[in-house]
């Protein structure tokens, strides 16, 4: 799994009551009363092909869909409950549409299934948290609900095209590895996480939170959301700052890590505005990045600045190193007091800028005897005060 940016859609009927995803526990709505919304949704303004384009020029690279979320409602054409997508006033397979506007251009498609449904008789599980809701309290059967999963895995990677990430949501604590096997029997190439059935899967899923360290052990996809309350559509969300979602953004992948960054549908099956505005100002930092977070590694130069007081990630990729300032700049100027060799060339990539190199001795930082240290290689004229809410990142090229 090369480290990519991607978007998470949460999306269902829970979106009709612009509250949260879990809105059916969350408010203690009775069962049969947030069932009966599936007679109501009806998105006549949904049109994948704008999702996907919005994730695409955001340099996104993959898009995460919530096939079916712990209220049991699958978002997609199944044979095994009559509780989805095709019996509503849409009426149409969300998800294949998703899935045919994501191959025309040139998007991966994951899929998000949730272990614990509120709507399946058989589905609770003792072993598991996110129980609120089940139908049958403490009346579950683990055998029978296993297999319509499985049923339902094979609905899902069969229908819908090559599958780049399966995302399971909340670990059942019980340990049944046929599950991520038919998963890989069925489409080879895919990618689980560790949220399944008791196996370590391929990648770990840190959830609205930015891990400390320079670089991931193994494989990350750390998810956020645009919303501070709610991965689903909420009417009166609290949204992050685009400042602090590109310095998660720039964190996570520096370090190595996927970043996967939500947005919540409203029933209208439109993106709201705010969180598409979100989405782009984010995506027009990223995509000035031309692509350094992507697949690069540590660089191995010892590399020491002179102040060292401002976090740095130091990346390598096609033979050039990138200064990852991932909570900005205090200073217009970068000084190097280690180097290997004078710098061909340094970009600041936030705008293209190429910067002054200037061999110099700091008055600030002085040997034992009281004279100014150096000779150092001063990067200067950074415009920090024009991306003082912004990542910073330098290219160096030798």
Known sequence: MSNKFGMFIHWGIHSLLGVHEQVLARNGIPNGEYEALALKFNPTEYDPEEWVLLAKNAGMKYICFTAKHHDGFCMFDTKYTDYNIMNTPYGRDVLKMLADACAKHGMLLSIYYSN???????????????????????????????????????????????????????????????????????????????????????????????????RFESMTEACQAVGEQ?????????????????????????????????????????????????????????????????DSRPDPVPFLCARRNEPLIKLRKNGKTYFVYYNGLDSSAVNLEYYPAWPKKVRLLNNGQ????????????????????????????????????????????W
Not at 238 to 259: E, H, N, Q, T, W
């Open 116 to 214: 614990p449904d509120w709507h399946h008789e058989n589905a609770f599980n003792s072993c598991s948290s996110h129980m609120w809701k089940c139908k049958n309290f403490d009346r579950g059967d683990m055998d029978l609900y296993r297999e319509y999963v499985k049923n339902q895995v094979r609905e899902l990677l069969t229908n819908y095209g090559p599958i780049y990430t399966w995302f399971w949501d909340i670990p059942t604590g019980i340990y049944d590895p046929t599950m991520n096997g038919l998963i890989r029997e069925l489409q080879p190439d895919i990618l689980i996480n560790d949220r399944g059935w008791g196996e370590k899967g391929d990648f770990s899923t840190p959830e609205r939170e930015v891990p400390e360290g320079n």
């Open 230 to 294: 709610s991965w689903g559509y909420r009417t009166d969300e609290d949204y992050y700052s685009v400042s602090f979602l590109k310095r998660s953004v720039c964190k996570i992948m520096a370090m190595g890590g996927s970043y996967l960054l939500n947005v919540g549908p409203m029933p209208s099956g439109k993106i709201d505005p705010v969180s598409a505005d979100i989405i782009r100002k984010v995506g027009d930092w990223y995509c000035r990045m031309e692509g350094c977070l992507e």
């Open 354 to 397: 190429e910067l002054e190199m200037k061999k110099t001795y700091l008055p600030n930082y002085f040997a034992p005897d009281g004279t100014s240290c150096g000779p150092h290689i001063s990067l200067r004229g950074i415009p920090v005060d024009e991306f003082d809410s912004e990542p910073i990142v330098l290219e160096l090229e």
